[in-house]
């Protein structure tokens, strides 16, 4: 029998990458002395909040900070669903586009399709959680 190799569980990876990145562009802007870093200080704080608080909510339970097939397919699935909804989404934008209903330029479609697909990425996740 063919023994399950674990891996670590993305929220907690994440978490560390997200924190770290942060940092650094907030020393990367102190450096540089641009506005603003005080921002990037206080988003890799806020990520490695919760990277601590997802190692104490598993402190005496080692099993949950690794993936189990539960959690990949529910990951799997909700990927799949947004973006089945994202690409229907940039269908109606093109068409829209296309035939004058909507004019617009190239920065807001790219921003305007990244707000839409993190807020469809987290809403299809928590529907895919629930339900599974």
């Not at 924190?19 to 562009?25: D, E, L, S, T």
């Not at 209903?101 to 809403?123: C, D, G, H, M, R």
Request: proline letters at 2%.
């Amino acid at each position: 029998m063919k023994e399950k190799t674990k891996k670590p569980d993305s929220g907690i990876m994440g978490a560390g990458v997200f924190g770290v990145f942060f940092i650094g562009m907030g020393i990367k802007d102190l450096v540089a002395k641009q506005n603003g870093f005080w921002i990037d200080f206080l988003i890799g704080a806020l990520g490695f909040i919760f990277l601590i608080y997802k190692l104490k909510k598993t402190k005496n339970n080692h099993n949950e900070r690794y993936e189990d097939e539960r959690k990949k397919f529910v990951s799997e699935k909700s990927k799949s669903m947004s973006f089945d909804i994202l690409f229907l989404i940039l269908a109606i934008s093109q068409i829209l586009i296309s035939y004058g209903k909507i004019e617009i330029n190239s920065y807001p479609v790219i921003s305007i399709i990244i707000i839409f697909a993190l807020i469809i990425q987290l809403t299809s996740y928590l529907v895919c959680k629930s339900k599974y």
